[in-house]
T-cell receptor
Framework: DAGVIQSPRHEVTEMGQEVTLRCKPI?????LFWYRQTMMRGLELLIY????????DSGMPEDRFSAKMPNASFSTLKIQPSEPRDSAVYFC??????????????FGDGTRLSIL | DQQVKQNSPSLSVQEGRISILNCDYT??????FLWYKKYPAEGPTFLIS?????DKNEDGRFTVFLNKSAKHLSLHIVPSQPGDSAVYFC??????????FGQGTELSVKP
């Protein structure tokens, strides 16, 4: 079974450029989550969607960050303009609803982003 | 404000012995807890969970204990194996369905 697929795996770009991270959740999962992992803050939730609708974006750090989910099989996280402090590993995760609001989440392998 | 804390950044254990990873939380409204395991260059993978109505959940070599009065949970791995070497994250689910993760503990199991 295909897991959560993220692309690219690595991204190196210069400050000020637009960065787009992509995620394909597991088929049939109706929740999608974007996380960021840094040394300082650990693994923190940025935003999550249910049935393609953003539910909670309170973790999005600034207006420079935006996320969309145009359909059940695709989501993007954009940073425009990017800054060196955005350097981190970004994870996408998906889960299916069940007895709990969310079942255990399945994570992609992440995108390692470096902003020079 | 760190609502979920893993105070030990690293732990080293001999193969065959028990590994105990600890996690503390501050919010008494958390009612569901999970442990995730992460290898380098991979995403976290779900390991085991426990509801606040229980104090213990066991799955093979992995057991999670929950002490609600102390707001403390622990993950026991016995016997530990070299393949268990990874970073372990404790997470708590709040009533909005969001996971709050601890900083992680890096476990090293020596042969």
């Amino acid at each position: 079974d295909a897991g959560v697929i993220q692309s690219p795996r690595h991204e190196v770009t210069e400050m000020g450029q637009e960065v787009t991270l992509r995620c394909k959740p597991i088929s049939g999962h109706d929740y999608l989550f974007w996380y960021r992992q840094t040394m300082m803050r650990g693994l923190e939730l940025l935003i999550y969607f249910n049935n393609n609708v953003p539910i909670d974006d309170s973790g999005m750090p600034e207006d420079r960050f935006s996320a969309k989910m145009p359909n059940a099989s695709f989501s993007t996280l954009k940073i425009q303009p990017s800054e060196p402090r955005d350097s981190a590993v970004y994870f996408c995760a998906s889960s299916s609803s069940g007895v709990r609001l969310t079942q255990p989440q399945h994570f992609g392998d992440g995108t390692r982003l470096s902003i020079l | 404000d760190q609502q979920v804390k893993q105070n030990s950044p690293s732990l080293s254990v001999q193969e065959g012995r028990i590994s105990i990873l600890n996690c503390d939380y501050t919010n008494s409204m958390f009612d569901y807890f999970l442990w995730y395991k992460k290898y380098p260059a991979e995403g976290p993978t779900f390991l085991i969970s426990i509801s606040s109505i229980k104090d213990k959940n066991e799955d093979g070599r992995f057991t999670v204990f929950l002490n609600k009065s102390a707001k403390h949970l622990s993950l026991h791995i016995v016997p530990s194996q070299p393949g268990d070497s990874a970073v372990y994250f404790c997470a708590a689910e709040n009533q909005g369905g969001k996971l709050i993760f601890g900083q992680g503990t890096e476990l090293s199991v020596k042969p």
